[in-house]
């Protein structure tokens, strides 16, 4: 399964943080590549682009001024657009069926989601129905669609490699 990530409407001065932790969350939790839709951001793909080298595997971030676009460009790719909303089906009721989908988007909204993309979306899902965190929502939805495969993920070629201890710390280091 391909996994991409469509985070619109970041506000550079509201949403970098949430944002960039989209952005890793996405990278850590077995997506492929984020496409940053709203204000352009350069720090936040800077930021990211480095963490990527850093910690291995391969994630692409990229920015899209327009979000219109950048649904359109992954329909056209074949991807199965996924939204992230409070108001859509539980995920646990509908992952099962999503995870035989052979490339997905999943979108998460910053400010008010436009209800064109409830209506482009092939499934609005919802992770619970409580207003919540976009974070919080990506990394569930990521771990239902695969059914807690990323937590295995390998990431060739790292720069840093932690080694997992029952306590203290152990980091590997290469150039
Ligand atoms: N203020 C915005 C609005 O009213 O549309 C949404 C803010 S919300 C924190 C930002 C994003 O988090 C939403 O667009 C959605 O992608 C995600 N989100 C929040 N709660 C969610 C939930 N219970 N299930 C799925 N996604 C959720």
Redesign the pocket.
């Known amino acids: 399964m391909k996994l991409a990530v469509i985070r619109?409407?970041h506000r550079t001065e509201r949403d970098k943080r949430?944002t960039t932790h989209c952005a890793l969350v996405a990278r850590a939790l077995g997506a492929e590549q984020i496409v940053l839709c709203g204000e352009k951001d350069d720090k936040i793909v800077e930021g990211v682009e480095k963490v990527a080298r850093q910690w291995g595997g391969k994630f692409y971030i990229t920015y899209s001024p327009s979000y219109r676009t950048t649904l359109r460009k992954f329909k056209k790719q074949k991807y199965r657009l996924v939204?992230?909303?409070?108001?859509?089906e539980p995920?646990q009721q509908v992952a099962k069926k999503i995870r035989k989908e052979k490339k997905i988007a999943i979108?998460?909204?910053?400010?008010?989601?436009p209800r064109e993309v409830y209506d482009e979306s092939d499934y609005n899902?919802?992770?619970?129905?409580?207003?919540?965190?976009?974070?919080?929502?990506?990394a569930?939805?990521l771990h239902e669609l695969q059914d807690g495969r990323e937590l295995d993920k390998k990431f060739p070629k790292a720069k840093i490699k932690i080694t997992p201890q029952t306590r203290g710390k152990k980091v590997s280091k290469r150039n």
């Open positions: 619109l409407g949430i939204h992230a909303t409070m108001y859509g995920i979108v998460v909204g910053a400010e008010k989601v899902v919802s992770v619970t129905s409580q207003p919540h965190s976009e974070v919080a929502a990506l569930i939805i």
